[in-house]
C-alpha cells in the first residue's frame, strides 16, 4: 500500500465528517481496512496532523474521544481556468508518421488521405493556435485558410530574422560560448 494513497483514503474519509458527526482514528483505521488497508491509529494522527499542516481545516473535538471532523465552512474554491471557446477551423497537411505528434497537440480532425499525406480540417483555439504550429515545426503544413497561412508565414520570417540579426552581431557571439 503506498502511503501517498492512504493519506488521500484519509481525505475523503475526513470530508464526510463535519462538526455534529466526526470520526475517531480507530475508526478511520476500520474504515481503511475494509478497503483493503492496514493502518494504526497512529499513522492515522500523523497522517491527519500531514493534511493540517498543508492547510485542510481538520479539527480535533474538545472531547479528544470524540475524534475529528472537516470544517469546510471556508475551504476556498480552487481558481476557475479560462477556457478559449474561440475556435478556428484550419486545414492542415502532414506526412503519417508524424500524426500522433499531430493528434497530441492539434487533435483529430475531418481527415483524407493523399498518398503518404494527410489533409485534415481541425478546429483550434485561436488563443494558442501559432505557437502550437511553431511547437510542431516541419512536422505539419497550414495550408488554409490563406489569411492564417500569410500570417504564420509572416511571423516565422520575424523569427527568422530575429535569429539572423543576433548571428551577425557580437552578442550572439558572446551567447554561443
Same mark, same amino acid.
Given at each position: 500500500?503506498?502511503?501517498?494513497?492512504?493519506?488521500? =483514503?484519509?481525505?475523503d474519509?475526513?470530508?464526510?465528517?463535519?462538526?455534529t458527526?466526526?470520526?475517531?482514528?480507530?475508526?478511520?483505521?476500520?474504515?481503511?481496512?475494509?478497503?483493503? /488497508?492496514?493502518?494504526?491509529?497512529?499513522?492515522?494522527?500523523?497522517?491527519?496532523?500531514?493534511?493540517?499542516e +498543508?492547510? +485542510?481545516?481538520?479539527?480535533?473535538c474538545? $472531547?479528544?474521544?470524540?475524534?475529528?471532523?472537516?470544517?469546510?465552512? $471556508?475551504?476556498?474554491?480552487?481558481?476557475?481556468?479560462?477556457?478559449?471557446? $474561440?475556435?478556428?477551423? /484550419?486545414?492542415?497537411?502532414?506526412?503519417?508518421?508524424?500524426?500522433?505528434?499531430v +493528434?497530441? /497537440?492539434?487533435?483529430?480532425?475531418?481527415?483524407?488521405?493523399?498518398?503518404?499525406?494527410?489533409?485534415?480540417?481541425?478546429?483550434?483555439?485561436?488563443?494558442?493556435?501559432?505557437?502550437?504550429l511553431?511547437?510542431?515545426?516541419t512536422?505539419?503544413?497550414?495550408t488554409a485558410?490563406s489569411?492564417l497561412?500569410?500570417?504564420f508565414? =509572416?511571423?516565422?520570417?520575424?523569427?527568422?530574422?530575429? +535569429?539572423k540579426?543576433?548571428?551577425?552581431?557580437?552578442?550572439?557571439?558572446?551567447?554561443?560560448?
Amino acid at each position: 500500500m503506498q502511503p501517498k494513497l492512504k493519506l488521500l =483514503k484519509i481525505l475523503d474519509i475526513l470530508k464526510e465528517t463535519d462538526k455534529t458527526n466526526p470520526i475517531t482514528a480507530p475508526a478511520i483505521c476500520s474504515r481503511l481496512e475494509k478497503m483493503g /488497508i492496514k493502518a494504526e491509529r497512529k499513522s492515522v494522527c500523523r497522517d491527519i496532523n500531514t493534511l493540517i499542516e +498543508y492547510g +485542510y481545516k481538520i479539527v480535533l473535538c474538545h $472531547d479528544n474521544k470524540l475524534g475529528y471532523y472537516m470544517d469546510s465552512s $471556508d475551504i476556498p474554491l480552487p481558481p476557475a481556468i479560462p477556457v478559449s471557446l $474561440d475556435l478556428i477551423r /484550419i486545414t492542415v497537411e502532414f506526412k503519417k508518421d508524424d500524426a500522433e505528434a499531430v +493528434y497530441a /497537440i492539434l487533435g483529430q480532425g475531418e481527415e483524407k488521405e493523399d498518398g503518404e499525406y494527410i489533409i485534415s480540417e481541425i478546429g483550434v483555439p485561436s488563443s494558442n493556435l501559432f505557437s502550437n504550429l511553431f511547437m510542431l515545426g516541419t512536422s505539419v503544413k497550414l495550408t488554409a485558410p490563406s489569411e492564417l497561412k500569410e500570417e504564420f508565414e =509572416k511571423k516565422l520570417d520575424e523569427v527568422a530574422d530575429f +535569429y539572423k540579426k543576433r548571428r551577425a552581431s557580437e552578442k550572439m557571439d558572446f551567447w554561443l560560448l
